[in-house]
């Protein structure tokens, strides 16, 4: 089968490497540049690009990314790896507050991966450049598709602005800004359903790299992740001695513009003692990088039951994006390209769009549905704490709207199980199950052993309180030039 596969960034070279690997001819085209990058440090230096700007933000795997790879592409898992990326394992992942920290069957399953984001990347492109039955076409921008008549109409390729590319199968994964519905209505057929909620939030990303001879209070492998009052901070050692640092406030919370300029970005990022020691400790290697407009949204190719094309498919962030600090596109992207590349040849053409239809019902909405909820409670609280902080009397006076319901009757909420889970290593694991997106979050959060450990831990123990800085401290930070 001739495949074309719009958009050359993760989840579109690895869909063609899959594809390809099973005797597919496939054709990727990207509008920017897909040519490798000579080494790591170039591919990082340049990792910057219009067409997919999330490339140089903070990002780890969850364990439903990781596991898919070790499994169906292990010489990109161990290209990865002779890359430095680095395995995160469950041990490293405990914090100081378990005493139990002994070995478990399966705990194997609960490793992540940190790296910068540059360096997968950088292995897959050369993955995907070196299958013989892949071809990569860079400065192609896709601008339609064609398609015979027919109720739905049958897609048969794209127009791009260098001509024509017929395909038996067109892959959008063309990313969050895709234009596939402008597509779908220029061959008359109906658009996709969209399904959007807000996530709220902001992300300001700096690379460091570590001192030589510079020691940190832990190992560089320690994701800190501290989503405190006014802004949530994120820093993890990545692969060559880099560390990525990670401000991410409340899309609304216009004083964290600020943020932009090194002096306040580093300065917030100082307020919080962790951040501070490893700042002593490393030299900024990049810029800051900002980036907004983030929602979560799950895109549906069959409407009413039909398909609004057949011939088309959905992967990646085309198809499903979610709020990014729960870091669930990529595992998202893979179990997608996975089910796809072993769906193509199993079924006809035409049926493709609903097998993976199916998909997105029974693996993606359950997550993308739980990410829309945590974000309504969590931007409530985000925002009760930024109205106290506004100058309204009125508003601080009356602490702003009712907060979101507390945990249901028979289960906890995702932060209770967070606080709990730093005192018992089986709600530990509960949590990394939860988070690695490998046990269903109903199914954790409403299981009567953890809510009834949960509540009581949370009865008996103090979670150490969070090193938040005060209204205070936060605006002079702000205020640094
Ligand atoms: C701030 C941020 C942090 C994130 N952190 C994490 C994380 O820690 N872990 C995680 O799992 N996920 C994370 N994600 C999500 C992750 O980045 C995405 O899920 C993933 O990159 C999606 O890859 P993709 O291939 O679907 O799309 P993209 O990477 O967006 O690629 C789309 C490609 O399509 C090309 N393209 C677009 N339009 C056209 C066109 N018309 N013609 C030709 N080419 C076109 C673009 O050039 C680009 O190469 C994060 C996202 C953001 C925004």
Request: some cysteine.
């Amino acid at each position: 089968m001739r495949i074309a596969v719009v958009g050359g960034s993760l989840a579109g070279l690895v869909a063609a490497t899959l594809l390809g690997r099973r005797g597919h001819e496939v054709i990727v085209l990207d509008r920017d540049d897909l040519a490798p990058a000579g080494d790591l440090e170039a591919a990082a230096a340049t990792a910057f690009r219009a067409g997919a700007p999330q490339i140089v933000q903070l990002h780890v795997i969850r364990p439903l990314g990781r596991l898919p790879v070790r499994e169906h592409l292990p010489d990109v898992y161990a290209g990865w790896l002779d890359a430095g990326v680095v395995e995160y394992s469950l041990a490293q992942q405990m914090p100081p507050t378990l005493a139990d920290r002994s070995p478990r069957p399966g705990d194997d399953e609960l490793t992540m991966l940190l790296f910068r984001r540059s360096t997968i990347d950088w292995v897959i492109r050369r993955t995907a450049a070196a299958e013989p039955r892949v071809t990569l076409c860079s400065g192609v921008r896709v601008t339609g598709l064609t398609a015979t008549a027919g109720d739905p109409p049958r897609v048969t390729g794209v127009t791009t602005d260098a001509g024509t590319v017929e395909a038996d199968l067109v892959l959008d994964a063309s990313g969050r800004r895709t234009r596939i519905d402008q597509w779908l209505r220029g061959i008359g057929a109906r658009p996709t359903e969209v399904t959007a909620a807000e996530c709220g939030v902001a992300y300001y990303t700096r690379y460091y790299r570590l001192r030589p001879g510079a020691t940190l209070p832990g190992s560089p492998a320690t994701v800190v992740n501290l989503p405190m009052r006014r802004f949530m901070l994120a820093m993890f050692g990545c692969d060559h001695d880099t560390v990525g640092l990670c401000l991410v406030p409340p899309a609304e919370d216009r004083a964290f513009k600020a943020v932009r300029d090194p002096a306040a970005f580093t300065a917030v990022a100082r307020t919080v003692p962790q951040a501070a020691a490893w700042l002593d400790a490393m030299d900024p290697e990049t810029d800051i990088y900002p980036m907004g407009d983030l929602h979560n949204t799950l895109r549906r190719l069959v409407v009413d039951g039909t398909p609004v094309a057949s011939g088309i498919l959905a992967v990646g962030d085309s198809l499903c994006t979610t709020n990014p600090t729960f870091a669930r596109g990529i595992a998202f992207a893979l179990q997608e390209v996975i089910h796809l590349a072993e769906a193509v040849g199993e079924y006809p053409v035409e049926e493709l769009t609903k097998v993976m239809d199916e998909l997105t019902s029974t693996r993606i909405e359950p997550w993308f549905a739980d990410q829309a909820a945590i974000d309504a409670a969590r931007l409530a609280a985000l925002r009760r704490a930024l109205r106290r902080t506004s100058a309204s009397a009125e508003s601080a006076a009356s602490g702003g709207p009712a907060g979101p319901a507390g945990p249901a009757d028979g289960r906890v909420d995702l932060a209770s199980l967070r606080q709990a889970a730093g005192f018992d290593p089986e709600l530990f694991r509960a949590q990394v199950r939860l988070l690695g997106m490998l046990t269903p979050a109903e199914e954790i959060l409403a299981d009567p052993v953890v809510v009834r450990r949960v509540r009581e831990i949370l009865a008996s123990v103090d979670p150490p309180p969070l090193p938040d800085p005060s209204d205070e401290e936060l605006a002079a930070a702000l205020a640094a030039r």
